[in-house]
C-alpha cells in the first residue's frame, strides 16, 4: 500500500488492489492493471540498464498509443522525470525543447526517427533514445527496440519520493515552449483530483486511501480524445487510473469524429473527454449527420477542460446524447492545474469559484470586486519553470507570505466572489482604452449558423490602437454571409466596441494538435486585413 503521493507508488497500489481490471483499452493492445504493472516494471528495467536513473529527464515523443502511458508509468517508476512533446514541433521548437529539458532520453514514435536523429548531436546529455514500432517502416538506427526493452528482466525497485518532479511543457498560444515543473504530490492534488472525481468518498486524504478508491470506485471506461501529450488529457487520465477506471485509447493517427463515435459506441465508453469547440464541434457535426447510427446508451459524462467549450455547442450536444449524460467544461492551466467546473456568465463567458486559494491577482496584490487582473492559485502548486528563473519569478509570487501561480488567464473577481474568465492576457486587444478578450468574441463568431472556426487577434490602428479582426473558416456547403450581416448577428451578442472591423476568410483556422488557436499565425495573418 502506498505510503507516500508518488504516482507510482499509487499506481503500483491500483495494480495491486484491481489486478484483473482493465486498465488500456484499444484497438492495438488491451491489458489489465497486472499486466500494464508488469510491462511498466520491464520497460523501466531496461532505461535503467541503459543508464537513466532518477532524476534524468525522458521526452515522450508518440501520438496517442498505449505505450505513450506505459512509458510515463517506467519513467516516474524509476524516479525519472517525463516530458511531453509536442509531436507538431518542428526544427527549432524541438531544439529548444530537448535543450531546455536536458533531455536524458527519449522514447520515441519510429516515424520520429528522423527528427530524434538530427537532434541527436545538439543533445550531450542524451543516453539513449528508443524507437515504438508504429508500422511507418521507417528506419531507426540509433534507436533501441522499445519491444525488445520489454522483455528486460525486472530489477528495482528504485528510489522515489513525492517531492520528485514531473515537468509539463506548455506552449500556450505565443512564445516557445516552457517546462512547469510539478511535484507528484502537487500534482496529485491540483492535476488528478486526488483520487475523488469518480469515487463517492471523494478526495483521498492519505496516500492509503488510493487503495479504497480503486476498490469501491465505478468501474468505468474513460476515453481521452485529445492528444496524450496534451496536459488537460493527461490530467484526466490521471483522474481515472487513480480510481483503477479503464483508459481507451484511439490510436490511430488521425482525428475523424465519425471513427470516434465508433470507438464509443464499441468500448461502451462512459466519459469522452475532448478540448474545447476544435473537437466538440467536428463531433457534435457527425452525431447530427448519421442521427441513430451509434448506441451511445453507454455514455454518462462529456467533458472538456484546456479550451473554450461554447455554451450553444454544449447545448447542442447535449441534445444528441442519452437523457441523463451530463456536460461538464473544465478550466485550468499548465501552471495551476484544475480550477474548477465552469458556469456560465450573463455575458457568455465562464465563471469559477473564488476562495482562499483561487483569487485574482492585480499589481502583485489581491483584486478586490469589480477588477480583472489574473487568476491565480496557492497550495498544490508547481515549482517554477524547468530552467528559467527569470519566468519563473514573473509567474510564481509570494504574496501576502504565501507562494501563488499567477496564471496568464485574465478575470474579473465578481460581487458575489466568483470570478469571470477571459481568456488569456497575452492576447488582449487594447482599442480605444477598451480591453477586449478574443474568446469572447470567437464564442459570438462560432455561434453564426456559416461560421464553422474562428479566431480574433488585433491589428494595429493609428488611431485605436489596436482594432479587432476575425479570422473565421466557412461551415462545409454554406454561402459566404456579407460582413454586415454577420455584425449585426453579433450585435445582438457583443457591445458595440467588441464587434470585429474585418474578417478573414480562411479554409481553415489553424490550432494546436490539443485544439487551441494559432495567435501567431492569427495576428500576422490580420496585420495585413482591410
Not at 493492445?29 to 504493472?37: G, K, N, R, V
Amino acid at each position: 500500500m502506498a505510503t507516500q503521493f508518488h504516482l507510482a507508488d499509487l499506481f503500483e497500489t491500483i495494480a495491486a488492489t484491481v489486478p484483473e481490471r482493465p486498465a488500456i483499452v484499444s484497438d492495438a493492445l488491451t491489458l489489465t492493471y497486472a499486466q500494464l504493472d508488469a510491462r511498466t516494471t520491464a520497460l523501466a528495467s531496461g532505461l535503467a540498464a541503459h543508464g537513466v536513473k532518477r532524476g534524468d529527464t525522458v521526452g515522450l515523443y508518440m501520438l496517442n498509443r498505449p505505450e505513450h502511458l506505459e512509458a510515463f508509468i517506467a519513467v516516474i517508476k524509476l524516479g525519472a522525470v517525463p516530458f511531453n512533446v509536442n509531436f507538431r514541433y518542428r526544427g527549432d521548437e524541438l531544439a529548444y525543447l530537448f535543450a531546455n529539458a536536458d533531455a536524458a532520453a527519449v522514447i520515441h514514435d519510429a516515424q520520429f526517427a528522423g527528427q530524434v536523429g538530427e537532434l541527436r548531436a545538439a543533445l550531450p546529455a542524451l543516453k539513449v533514445a528508443v524507437a515504438v514500432d508504429d508500422r511507418s517502416g521507417t528506419d531507426c538506427t540509433g534507436s533501441l527496440d522499445y519491444a525488445r526493452l520489454l522483455e528486460t528482466p525486472p530489477s528495482g525497485p528504485w528510489p522515489r519520493d513525492e517531492s520528485d518532479i514531473l515537468l509539463t511543457y506548455t506552449g500556450g498560444t505565443t512564445g516557445m515552449p516552457k517546462g512547469v515543473m510539478w511535484p507528484h504530490r502537487a500534482f496529485f492534488f491540483a492535476c488528478a483530483g486526488a483520487g475523488g472525481y469518480f469515487n463517492p468518498h471523494g478526495p483521498a486524504r492519505e496516500p492509503g486511501d488510493i487503495a479504497d478508491r480503486a476498490a469501491n470506485g465505478y468501474p468505468a471506461r474513460l476515453f481521452p480524445v485529445a492528444p496524450l501529450m496534451h496536459a488537460a488529457a493527461f490530467w484526466a487520465v490521471w483522474s481515472a487510473m487513480l480510481n483503477g477506471l479503464a483508459i481507451v485509447i484511439d490510436d490511430s493517427t488521425s482525428f475523424d469524429p465519425a471513427h470516434i463515435w465508433d470507438i464509443v459506441a464499441r468500448h461502451r465508453v462512459n466519459m469522452v473527454q475532448i478540448v474545447g469547440d476544435a473537437m466538440a464541434i467536428p463531433l457534435r457535426d457527425a452525431l447530427r449527420d448519421n442521427p441513430g447510427r451509434w448506441d451511445l446508451s453507454a455514455v454518462g459524462n462529456f467533458g472538456s477542460g484546456g479550451a473554450v467549450f461554447s455554451r450553444h455547442v454544449k447545448d447542442d450536444i447535449a441534445a444528441l446524447l442519452p437523457p441523463g449524460a451530463t456536460i461538464t467544461d473544465g478550466l485550468g492551466s499548465s501552471e495551476t492545474g484544475t480550477s474548477g467546473q465552469a458556469e456560465a456568465s450573463a455575458e457568455g463567458m465562464m465563471r469559477l469559484p473564488g476562495n482562499d486559494q483561487q483569487k485574482v491577482v492585480v499589481d502583485g496584490r489581491f483584486a478586490v470586486a469589480g477588477e480583472t487582473g489574473f487568476i491565480a492559485r496557492s497550495g498544490n502548486t508547481p515549482v517554477g519553470y524547468y530552467g528559467d528563473p527569470v519566468k519563473s519569478a514573473e509567474v510564481f509570487q509570494t504574496i501576502a507570505g504565501q507562494l501563488w501561480a499567477v496564471s496568464g488567464d485574465a478575470g474579473r473577481l465578481d460581487e458575489d466572489g466568483m470570478i469571470t474568465v477571459f481568456g488569456r492576457g497575452s492576447t488582449c486587444i487594447n482599442s480605444g482604452g477598451e480591453k477586449i478578450f478574443p474568446e469572447e468574441v470567437e464564442e459570438a463568431l462560432r455561434a453564426h449558423p456559416a461560421i464553422l472556426d474562428a479566431v480574433v487577434a488585433g491589428q494595429p490602428d493609428p488611431r485605436w490602437g489596436e482594432r479587432v479582426v476575425g479570422v473565421v473558416a466557412l461551415r462545409e456547403g454554406a454561402t459566404e454571409p456579407a460582413f454586415d450581416a454577420v455584425r449585426e448577428f453579433l450585435r445582438e451578442r457583443l457591445a458595440g466596441y467588441k464587434l470585429p472591423k474585418a474578417l478573414i476568410w480562411v479554409d481553415a483556422v489553424r490550432r494546436s494538435p490539443a485544439g487551441k488557436q494559432d495567435y501567431r499565425w492569427a495576428k500576422d495573418l490580420v496585420k495585413a486585413a482591410r
